[in-house]
């Protein structure tokens, strides 16, 4: 599975954007995708998931901002992140879970001017 991640820019506190995800391979909706994020000298950090089934999961830090979902058609996941807050400036990362093998995108960057 290899993904491309993009969507990334500046934007100011309280706006908007949205991540996209794209997936090539014979498996990639059949995998959990993911999004992490990794600020400056932070660790990375889970953002949020979401099985092949459309079940969605969340960081306590983005509850109620933030939306993932997937359109198997396209092998596509993206992330709405409403709301944006200083504190999700990061490069964002999508990953693909299939059968515990782990692939990861490349990053995009986010930067929310307050």
């Known amino acids: 599975v290899q993904l491309q991640a993009s969507g990334g820019g500046l934007v100011q506190a309280g706006g908007s954007l949205r991540l996209s995800c794209a997936a090539s391979g014979s498996i990639a909706n059949s995998a959990t995708m993911g999004w992490f994020r990794q600020a400056p000298g932070k660790q990375r950090e889970l953002v949020a998931t979401?099985?092949?089934?459309?079940?969605?999961n969340y960081a306590d830090s983005v509850k109620g901002r933030f939306t993932i979902s997937r359109d198997n058609a396209k092998t596509t996941v993206y992330l709405q992140m409403n709301s944006l807050q200083s504190e999700d400036t990061a490069v964002y990362y999508c990953?693909?879970?299939?059968?515990?093998?782990?692939?990861w995108g490349q990053g995009t960057q986010v930067t929310v001017s307050s």
């Open positions: 979401i099985t092949s089934a459309g079940t969605p």
């Open positions: 990953n693909g879970l299939y059968f515990g093998k782990l692939w």
